[in-house]
């Protein structure tokens, strides 16, 4: 089982500033195999990225993701207030199981 | 527009056994790989099962495997989840989750509005 650990735990940025978020994998997510998340409080978690660089339908601009191998990251490069949130990752180069990170919290 | 209900959640004793359901409409349904993801409170999701397009392939995380049964109704866009023998540790949001794929679980481009599972004396 492929474990994702996520940093940092809480991310302390102001609106306009860029997040970078770090998503690391104990062995080699084949393919690139790895999706983002993003989480607002009481509601489902909303798909950003998959293939670890390609932003699903929808999704702004400002949003990008990158990485290989064990090593990946998700950049906002604006952010907005709406995009304060808790962000995972999730892995699906070697399934099952299908494994998530423990998240990064981004706040005000 | 993608839609997924999911129902069935409540209050059980340690255990004890509930039937989960998800409704889906909106898409074609058997072309989708579909998973269960539940919740805990504070805590990260956690992946617990998938189940193929067809119906013929599950998968189960080992926290699980045994206890769960994972379902589909290709002719009623319907999915299920049979919990048996619910521990405290089971407590979380389940969610039904619609794969990009057909087949073994990738990632999950829709997801329903959960529902709570509270295992309790």
């Known amino acids: 089982e492929i474990v994702l650990t996520q940093s940092p735990g809480t991310l302390s940025l102001s609106p306009g500033e860029r997040a970078t978020l770090s998503c690391g994998a104990s062995?080699?997510?084949?393919?690139?195999?790895l999706a983002w998340y993003q989480q607002k409080p009481g509601q489902a978690p909303r798909l950003l990225i998959y293939?670890?660089?390609y932003r699903a339908t929808g999704i702004p601009d400002r949003f990008s993701g990158s990485g290989s191998g064990t090593d990946f990251t998700l950049t906002i490069s604006r952010l907005e207030p709406e995009d304060f949130a808790v962000y995972y990752c999730?892995?699906?180069?070697?399934?099952?199981?299908?494994?998530f990170g423990g998240g990064t919290k981004v706040e005000i | 527009e993608v839609q997924l209900l999911e129902s069935g959640g409540g209050l059980v004793q340690p255990g004890g056994s509930l039937r989960l359901s998800c409704a889906a409409s909106?898409?074609?349904?058997?072309?989708?790989?579909m998973s269960w993801v539940r919740q805990a409170p504070g805590k990260g999701p956690e992946w617990i099962s998938v189940?193929?397009?067809?119906?013929?392939?599950?998968y189960y995380a080992d926290s699980v495997k045994g206890r769960f049964t994972i379902s589909r109704d290709n002719s009623k866009n319907t999915l299920s989840l049979q919990m048996n023998s619910l521990r405290a540790e089971d407590t979380a949001v389940y969610y039904c989750?619609?794969?990009?794929?057909?087949?073994?679980?990738?990632?999950?481009?829709?997801w329903g509005q959960g529902t709570l599972v509270t295992v309790s004396s």
């Open positions: 989750a619609k794969d990009v794929s057909r087949g073994r679980g990738t990632y999950f481009d829709y």
């Open positions: 909106g898409f074609t349904f058997s072309s989708s790989a």
């Open positions: 189940i193929s397009g067809s119906g013929g392939i599950t």
């Open positions: 062995q080699s997510v084949s393919s690139n195999f």
């Open positions: 293939g670890a660089s």
């Open positions: 999730q892995q699906y180069g070697s399934s099952p199981p299908l494994t």
